[in-house]
């Protein structure tokens, strides 16, 4: 087997753990980092199990010119333009009605970056384990070489590897920029595997920060956007390898 074969086989396992839920003991690299990944498996799979219960499809966009991405539900109003909710099966159903109507009739996803649909249960959960494995395969070859990949501006973050756990470790990180057409915002970032918000830093333009190694996409709110991130679906970036992405906004 390849040394990319090992990765993909070895985080491919942490991934379908991850999904189990539970407290599962995780054979981990001594400085991989998976909470990240394990926090978005939790929320992901509660949202499968809310619209398993409302007997609902799962929100996906075109990310790239080629692959749906499961939406968590928690981005989904952001994504269609309007104010955030709280999805809760037992809750007040007129908070999300108009979300449900969306999410209950499927909807096919258009041919360009950034259009959003909806995708089966079964098919988000396919693309969830292959795209995590990738983002988290390219984390492990990384941490497990960080000598040829400090020429791509390496640094070291002080992390948790796991949720709910005390262990916290040193771990490879990589300087990355961010600028865009307009002053002022703050930009965010997301794993390319499911799509949900994480502040990176503000205000452009530019501005840095570190992120791990993965593959992520990014986008920017406040001045003319107010607080509706605009996501770029062509801004998809690999680390390590890139020092910076420009947004067009």
């Known amino acids: ?30 400085t991989l980092v998976v ?3 394990e926090n978005n498996a939790a929320d992901f799979v509660a949202d499968l199990a809310f619209l398993e219960a409302i007997d609902a499809d799962v929100p996906a966009v075109r990310v790239g010119d080629e692959d ?3 939406v968590a539900l928690s981005t989904l109003p952001n994504l269609l333009g309007r104010s955030p909710v709280r999805f809760d099966y037992y809750g007040p159903a007129a908070e999300y009605e108009r979300y449900l109507r969306f999410l209950r009739r499927p909807r096919r996803v258009g041919p360009h970056p950034g259009d959003l649909g909806t995708i089966t249960r079964e098919q988000a959960r396919s693309t969830f384990v292959r795209r995590a494995t990738a983002f988290l395969a390219t984390r492990i070859g990384a941490i497990r070489d960080v000598g040829r990949n400090a020429a791509f501006g390496a640094a070291f973050l002080h992390l948790a590897q796991r949720l709910r756990r005390s262990t916290r470790v040193s771990t490879l990180g990589c300087h990355f920029t961010v600028s865009s057409n307009s002053p002022g915002l703050r930009v965010f970032w997301s794993g390319a595997y499911r ?14 920060s570190i992120l791990q190694s993965g593959t992520y996409v990014f986008g920017v709110d406040g001045g003319g956007y107010g607080s509706q991130i605009q ?3 062509n801004a998809i970036v690999t680390l390590p390898g890139h020092p910076g992405v420009h947004l067009n906004f």
Do not use: C, K
């Open 1 to 30: 087997m390849t040394q990319d074969g090992e990765h993909s086989e070895y985080a491919r396992g942490i991934v379908e753990r991850l999904l189990e839920g539970g407290d599962h003991e995780l054979d981990l690299d001594g």
């Open 231 to 233: 996501w770029d679906f």
């Open 35 to 37: 909470s990240d990944v």
């Open 195 to 208: 799509i949900s918000s994480n502040y990176f830093s503000s205000p452009t333009t530019p501005v840095g």
């Open 68 to 70: 749906l991405v499961p």
